[in-house]
């Protein structure tokens, strides 16, 4: 009963699509994939028809998953100790050994708190006769669990007579679960989210779980090594202990002392801090050991050997070609079993024997026989079709969907009550990986008939359910960041301002004037020799290889903005995603637009951000980095455009009082170069008054400038109007 009004009520959500991606997208719920070599940011697609599983049957799915999981922690510990489970002979070790996931740089080591996988991501199936069934253990980096959490808090707004009238278990735990389970094992000092990068596919991700478990946000040049102890290094050089690392880059990339030598993404040293107990490290290094494709087969069996249980979950039907009675069984019925690549993941290396034709199938015959280690087959489980509603027919598409849910262990191992139900991209289609073009769709467990369930039961209090979600001060902000922060405010400061001054000198061309558009070129340092004035127009605006463009200073703001989410929150960075989305839908319609009264979006978007910033609970430091930008950039731009000193006292002003916010502390030195060019600029502008008064603000900086370098070289802030432009 509950189920079928569920279900009901669920298709209401198909009539509020449009305004939930609206949403999704206005705040940057993105993926990133790499194509032919590039990577591409794109919107992750999402389906308003939620996966719904009653709540007896997730009690069940939640003790195997609690089963599965603590067993495999037990095995790594186990692997990486004693080795009981191959002596005894329940796992060969050369199953173990030639493991890729296996590294013999952590052997010995129990990290702290004795968890291995604190993040489990599982990936199950149900096939049509209801049965789960898992397909994956991912114990290293699993993703995902970003993209439920966020949309599930859009449809409690978009409709919240449905979520009254549906009895769903919260999902809103996942952060408090999460931090509560790095507090567990941090050993002491801060806790960091620690990113290879901004182009990162999931780097949404990060930034957002860093945001709403009040962990800062890393960059590895923002860690250093001291003494068997790893650092977060401020803007200003000043070192804070790190307790706990929630990593998200690859073992191979952790550390290039103890793993890849050439990998520039790692932080060096910080396997010797985690040797010496002196930092935990989230997910364990070596966890691959047990994710590893052939490893889970024996599952089962560690389940039995270190619980003295029946598993209470299913694995898919697996042969291991490693074995000869499996091989024979494989090589006889290639066109029938899915063979899977052990090194691959992201629904790469997996090949339906009966899509290949005869050549192909004795070609990888071969492969199987030449490294049986490399390779598993599957039965191929005929998985149940779950509603996917097609925008192109405007009905619902059965698709293929799996399940990964998550399972978080700190001092106790819980259940995520909710997950990832992902579905391809094409009806029919096996594959349901993001990476292959699948989307994603909320998970609604059912609460008992008692009514709503919690993951803490009574103790939680929803007023206090983002209290992990501190307010970042200026003291965790690193050179980059201040950079970034600098810069933020300059680029939407330059959007806001060229574009407003562009409307006029666009009316004297309207009124016959045709080159009144030459003296605003000139005040940017723009080229003037554009023979039509139409060309000029969609130059300036939508011409994103033109870095002086309108549309390049949106994006160098949002390629600053991204990376903020933590210390500015997603809230208020939604105003610069939809500035983004603004200009490119306004290029797009560039040849067919009959006015430009749409410019006025992007100019409030601009507006909506600094009162966001300023009337926030964003640390008052923070504000001023991006506000003395900001007022600098005013400054440059209204004297490019000789514009009164009666009009240049409201942002002298301005920069007046955030300077003083600043008083005393120390600065990046974005801040005297940024000041310096422009004093340097004002008297052959005509403004030698203003070159002196902003000269006693840098003859105050200067002294008070960090001397730090920035060692993000990839840094997405240095773009400038022209070549000359610090």
């Not at 009690?59 to 186990?78: F, H, I, M, P, W």
């Not at 860093?210 to 800062?216: D, F, H």
């Not at 990832?420 to 994603?440: A, E, H, K, W």
Request: charge should be negative.
């Amino acid at each position: 009963m509950i189920e079928s009004a569920a279900h009901k009520l669920a298709h209401e959500l198909v009539n509020r699509r449009e305004a939930i991606n609206r949403e999704l997208s206005r705040n940057g719920v993105r993926f990133g994939i790499y194509k032919n070599g590039e990577y591409h940011d794109r919107l992750f697609p999402y389906d308003p028809v939620p996966r719904i599983i009653e709540s007896d049957e997730f009690d069940e799915l939640e003790k195997g998953l609690k089963q599965r999981v603590n067993a495999l922690n037990a095995y790594l510990k186990d692997i990486y100790s004693d080795k009981s489970i191959i002596h005894d002979g329940v796992i060969p070790e050369e199953y173990v050994y030639t493991s890729a996931g296996y590294f013999p740089q952590v052997n010995g080591v129990t990290p702290p708190g004795g968890i291995f996988a604190h993040i489990a991501g599982e990936d199950l199936v149900q096939g049509e006769d209801g049965r789960w069934w898992v397909l994956e253990d991912n114990l290293r980096i699993p993703s995902g669990a970003s993209y439920p959490l966020f949309v599930r808090d859009i449809e409690r707004r978009i409709s919240p007579r449905l979520f009254r009238d549906v009895h769903i278990r919260d999902n809103r735990e996942y952060p408090r679960l999460l931090r509560k389970a790095m507090d567990f094992v941090s050993t002491e000092g801060i806790a960091v989210v620690l990113t290879p990068g901004r182009y990162n596919s999931a780097f949404f991700e990060h930034a957002y779980l860093a945001e709403k478990t009040g962990a800062a946000l890393a960059f590895p040049e923002d860690l250093e090594v001291v003494d068997n102890k790893v650092y977060f290094l401020d803007y200003a050089g000043k070192r804070h202990r790190v307790g706990v690392v929630y990593r998200r880059l690859s073992d191979e990339y952790l550390d290039p002392f103890a793993f890849n030598p050439d990998s520039v993404i790692g932080v060096p040293g910080i396997l010797s801090a985690y040797r010496s107990g002196n930092v935990a490290i989230v997910n364990a290094p070596g966890n691959g050991a047990a994710d590893d494709k052939a490893i889970y087969y024996f599952v089962p069996q560690m389940i039995k050997y270190y619980l003295g249980e029946e598993p209470i979950l299913h694995n898919a039907p697996t042969y291991m070609p490693m074995f000869e009675a499996d091989r024979k069984e494989v090589l006889d019925r290639l066109g029938e079993l899915v063979i899977k690549d052990v090194a691959e993941a992201g629904g790469y290396g997996v090949v339906f024997g009966s899509s290949l034709d005869a050549k192909a199938r004795e070609e990888l015959a071969d492969r199987i026989k030449a490294e049986p280690r490399r390779f598993i087959a599957q039965e191929v489980i005929q998985f149940r079709d779950i509603d996917v509603f097609d925008p192109s027919t405007g009905r619902m598409s059965p698709r293929k969907c799996d399940l990964r849910a998550f399972v978080v262990t700190g001092k106790n191992t819980h259940v995520w009550y909710s997950g990832l139900t992902r579905y391809s991209s094409v009806p029919g289609q096996m594959i349901v990986n993001s990476s292959q073009g699948g989307g994603f769709k909320d998970t609604w467990v059912l609460a008992p008939e008692t009514g709503v369930e919690h993951e803490f039961g009574a103790e939680v209090q929803v007023a206090n359910l983002l209290s992990q979600s501190r307010h970042h001060s200026l003291s965790l902000v690193t050179a980059s960041k201040a950079d970034n922060l600098y810069w933020l405010g300059r680029y939407t400061e330059r959007a806001f301002t060229t574009l407003n001054q562009f409307f006029p000198f666009y009316d004297r061309v309207m009124d016959t004037d045709v080159d009144a558009f030459r003296p605003f070129a000139h005040a940017l340092d723009l080229p003037e020799d554009f023979e039509d004035f139409d060309e000029f127009v969609r130059n300036f605006l939508y011409d994103g290889t033109n870095p002086d463009s309108v549309r390049s200073a949106v994006t160098a703001a949002f390629n600053n903005a991204v990376i903020l989410r933590p210390e500015l929150s997603s809230r208020l960075l939604q105003y610069v995603e939809l500035a983004m989305t603004n200009i490119t839908d306004a290029a797009r319609k560039a040849d067919n637009a009959e006015d430009l009264y749409n410019h006025r979006d992007l100019a409030d978007d601009m507006l909506a951000f600094w009162g966001g910033i300023e009337n926030s609970s964003v640390d008052p430091t923070l504000k001023a980095f991006i506000f003395i930008g900001k007022y600098l950039e005013r400054i440059d731009l209204y004297t490019r455009f000789g514009l009164t000193m009666a009009d240049m006292e409201a942002p002298l002003k301005k920069l007046a009082s955030y300077s003083m916010v600043l008083d005393g502390m120390p600065l990046p030195s974005c801040f005297a170069d940024g000041l310096s060019w422009l004093v340097g600029q004002l008297p052959s502008r005509g403004y030698q008054n203003v070159a002196d008064l902003l000269k006693k603000y840098l003859d105050d900086y200067s002294g008070r400038i960090s001397a730090l370098a920035i060692k993000d070289m990839g840094s997405l802030s240095s773009m400038n109007m022209d070549a000359k432009r610090p």
